[in-house]
């Protein structure tokens, strides 16, 4: 049962006494003695002086900071300059002021994957699959994606003029004002009549809710999709879908995983500076007794590590997928006195179980991250993937077109249409538990082997790639050095004088002349044991 306004008052509560990841001015503990800046004051003065041409000293400044970021060997540290600080908080809190769209570049168009719910760019008409021709009358071609969201987004309450052309074909100018833009974090598995649809199975009840990433927000969309769910048929199963979810907020991850939890650790957080500490799960739970089933794989990273791990670690909940990313580390953003921020890592996140998330801090090589349920584990591969992303696409975005038809609890339509295999063998496995009350064995292998066998896997592949820009580098050489050199003659003996070797391109233009001594003039070649006399 769903005490909502209960929940809702908790909710807060634990928003506010759980943040972690801060926006501060940030104030050295331990200053270093004046002697550490003295080589870094000597190079800059000698340079700023004597340097040939005049350095630009604020990139000085600038690659100074990024190569100490640099020489932390942390691969989500990073300094944000004052010019870049919108657009980081933007990603960070997924909130910003702007049209209110997902745009992607398709064969160099900004292309309109679809107007997002209740924005400014839906009620002006913007459509899914428009192209973006103009900006405020200037051309929305040869820039970047960036450079053309820059001009896309402004204060709330301006505007901004688009020339669209729509799918059919015809072109209109449209006037969008500016609003204030949430990103919407949770979803359903289609749109129907640009509503989401939360059934995966109005038989047995059983509810399918996707997260993308963690916002501060989505603990309250979270809340408000189950109770849609709940509304139109009582949930008696959720599969909650946290595939491709990079993370985010480890404040909302946390709430999330308190509100299906009884008891038990959430997760534990340690680090050089931070005082260690554990969150432990409060009673008041929603959907006490309803089973529950998390779709992971591996790009399923941090904040959804967490949800997805202490739900696992405390029986709450099976998991079914691949060995997620394996990000278990907490960043702090910091605030610059100077100007700028800087992100760093401060502090590592632990399982209830004892397990380590972040591959890259594991005291055990083969273990990180969370793994499936022992027979649950469904691969995917990248192709596999990438169709599967591309044909749920039509499904997801706002249109007056309606999709192809979906019959809840039909797993053939999942694997037809939206060539998604692991969530049909989701709806399998709920179905199975409703009925036995265990989790079925759709799968023999082992979730540990296969976790450390996928990691070598795309180790191996990207191997595979250097190799590949080797080659392709050697082979470019090659066909430089034969437009270059057309015939080098080389005497197969040597004398006591010294031998002349002359190299001409096609034309017969003489590139230069080389001395060699006496010997192997083919070894002293390959050496570069050359010593040049005249160069034309």
Same mark, same amino acid.
């Given at each position: 049962?769903?005490?909502?306004?209960?929940?809702?008052?908790?909710?807060?509560?634990?928003?506010?006494?759980?943040?972690?990841?801060?926006?501060?001015?940030?104030?050295?503990?331990?200053?270093?003695?004046?002697?550490?800046?003295?080589?870094?004051?000597?190079?800059?003065?000698?340079?700023?002086?004597?340097?040939?041409?005049?350095?630009?000293?604020?990139?000085?400044?600038?690659?100074?900071?990024?190569?100490?970021?640099?020489?932390?060997?942390?691969?989500?540290?990073?300094?944000?300059?004052?010019?870049?600080?919108?657009?980081?908080?933007?990603?960070?809190?997924?909130?910003?002021?702007?049209?209110?769209?997902?745009?992607?570049?398709?064969?160099?168009?900004?292309?309109?994957?679809?107007?997002?719910?209740?924005?400014?760019?839906?009620?002006?008409?913007?459509?899914?699959?428009?192209?973006?021709?103009?900006?405020?009358?200037?051309?929305? *071609?040869?820039? /970047? #994606?960036?450079?053309?969201?820059? %001009?896309? $987004?402004?204060?709330?309450?301006? !505007?901004?003029?688009? &020339?669209?052309?729509?799918?059919?074909?015809?072109?209109?100018?449209?006037?969008?004002?500016?609003?204030?833009?949430?990103?919407?974090?949770?979803?359903?598995?289609?749109?129907?009549?640009?509503?989401?649809?939360?059934?995966?199975?109005?038989?047995?009840?059983?509810?399918?809710?996707?997260?993308?990433?963690?916002?501060?927000?989505?603990?309250?969309?979270?809340?408000?999709?189950?109770?849609?769910?709940?509304?139109?048929?009582?949930?008696?199963?959720?599969?909650?879908?946290?595939?491709?979810?990079?993370?985010?907020?480890?404040?909302?991850?946390?709430?999330?995983?308190?509100?299906?939890? *009884?008891?038990? /650790? #959430?997760?534990?957080?340690?680090? %050089?500076? $931070?005082?260690?500490?554990?969150? !432990?799960?409060?009673? &008041?739970?929603?959907?006490?007794?309803?089973?529950?089933?998390?779709?992971?794989?591996?790009?399923?990273?941090?904040?959804?590590?967490?949800?997805?791990?202490?739900?696992?670690?405390?029986?709450?909940?099976?998991?079914?997928?691949?060995?997620?990313?394996?990000?278990?580390?907490?960043?702090?953003?910091?605030?610059?006195?100077?100007?700028?921020?800087?992100?760093?890592?401060?502090?590592?996140?632990?399982?209830?179980?004892?397990?380590?998330?972040?591959?890259?801090?594991?005291?055990?090589?083969?273990?990180?991250?969370?793994?499936?349920?022992?027979?649950?584990?469904?691969?995917?591969?990248?192709?596999?993937?990438?169709?599967?992303?591309?044909?749920?696409?039509?499904?997801?975005?706002?249109?007056?077109?309606?999709?192809?038809?979906?019959?809840?609890?039909?797993?053939?339509?999942?694997?037809?249409?939206?060539?998604?295999?692991?969530?049909?063998?989701?709806?399998?496995?709920?179905?199975?538990?409703?009925?036995?009350?265990?989790?079925?064995?759709?799968?023999?292998?082992?979730?540990?082997?296969?976790?450390?066998?996928?990691?070598?896997?795309?180790?191996?592949?990207?191997?595979?790639?250097?190799?590949?820009?080797?080659?392709?580098?050697?082979?470019?050489?090659?066909?430089?050095?034969?437009?270059?050199?057309?015939?080098?003659?080389?005497?197969?003996?040597?004398?006591?004088?010294?031998?002349?070797?002359?190299?001409?391109?096609?034309?017969?233009?003489?590139?230069?002349?080389?001395?060699?001594?006496?010997?192997?003039?083919?070894?002293?070649?390959?050496?570069?044991?050359?010593?040049?006399?005249?160069?034309?």
């Amino acid at each position: 049962m769903i005490h909502r306004a209960k929940y809702l008052q908790g909710l807060l509560v634990v928003l506010a006494t759980l943040c972690i990841v801060k926006l501060s001015i940030a104030i050295t503990s331990s200053a270093p003695s004046y002697e550490w800046f003295d080589p870094l004051i000597d190079v800059r003065g000698m340079l700023v002086d004597r340097h040939l041409q005049d350095p630009d000293q604020e990139a000085m400044q600038k690659a100074v900071i990024e190569a100490m970021v640099e020489s932390l060997d942390d691969p989500y540290a990073l300094f944000v300059p004052d010019d870049k600080e919108d657009a980081f908080i933007k990603d960070l809190e997924g909130d910003y002021a702007g049209i209110g769209a997902e745009v992607r570049m398709v064969d160099g168009n900004l292309t309109i994957i679809t107007p997002m719910e209740e924005s400014p760019a839906l009620k002006a008409g913007v459509q899914a699959g428009d192209v973006v021709e103009k900006i405020d009358h200037e051309p929305a *071609k040869d820039a /970047t #994606i960036d450079a053309l969201i820059d %001009r896309l $987004t402004g204060p709330v309450g301006t !505007e901004v003029v688009l &020339d669209v052309t729509h799918r059919d074909g015809s072109i209109e100018q449209l006037t969008v004002v500016r609003g204030h833009i949430r990103s919407q974090s949770v979803t359903g598995i289609v749109r129907k009549n640009q509503q989401w649809s939360w059934c995966l199975d109005d038989v047995n009840g059983i509810a399918y809710i996707r997260i993308r990433q963690f916002l501060d927000t989505t603990p309250q969309e979270l809340l408000d999709a189950i109770q849609l769910a709940n509304d139109v048929v009582p949930i008696k199963g959720l599969v909650l879908d946290l595939r491709e979810n990079p993370g985010g907020s480890l404040p909302a991850a946390i709430t999330i995983a308190n509100m299906f939890l *009884k008891e038990g /650790t #959430i997760v534990s957080v340690s680090g %050089r500076r $931070t005082e260690s500490r554990s969150w !432990e799960a409060q009673p &008041d739970t929603m959907l006490n007794d309803v089973p529950m089933l998390v779709l992971v794989n591996n790009t399923s990273a941090s904040a959804s590590e967490i949800v997805s791990g202490s739900l696992q670690a405390n029986d709450r909940a099976a998991i079914l997928g691949m060995r997620t990313f394996g990000k278990g580390s907490v960043q702090e953003v910091m605030e610059l006195a100077s100007g700028g921020m800087l992100k760093f890592t401060t502090a590592r996140y632990d399982l209830a179980n004892g397990r380590t998330i972040d591959k890259r801090l594991s005291d055990d090589s083969g273990l990180w991250g969370v793994d499936p349920t022992s027979g649950l584990v469904i691969r995917e591969t990248r192709e596999e993937t990438l169709e599967r992303i591309r044909s749920r696409e039509p499904f997801i975005v706002i249109t007056d077109d309606e999709p192809e038809a979906f019959a809840c609890g039909d797993r053939d339509w999942i694997v037809d249409v939206l060539k998604d295999v692991q969530l049909a063998e989701g709806l399998v496995a709920m179905q199975h538990y409703l009925e036995q009350e265990e989790w079925p064995i759709l799968s023999e292998e082992d979730p540990v082997l296969v976790g450390v066998t996928e990691e070598m896997t795309a180790l191996a592949k990207d191997r595979i790639e250097l190799l590949k820009s080797l080659v392709e580098i050697d082979n470019q050489l090659t066909e430089l050095q034969g437009e270059v050199v057309e015939e080098v003659v080389i005497p197969d003996e040597v004398n006591d004088s010294n031998n002349t070797i002359t190299l001409t391109d096609e034309e017969g233009n003489i590139i230069g002349s080389w001395n060699v001594s006496r010997g192997d003039v083919k070894g002293a070649l390959q050496s570069l044991m050359l010593e040049q006399t005249t160069e034309e």
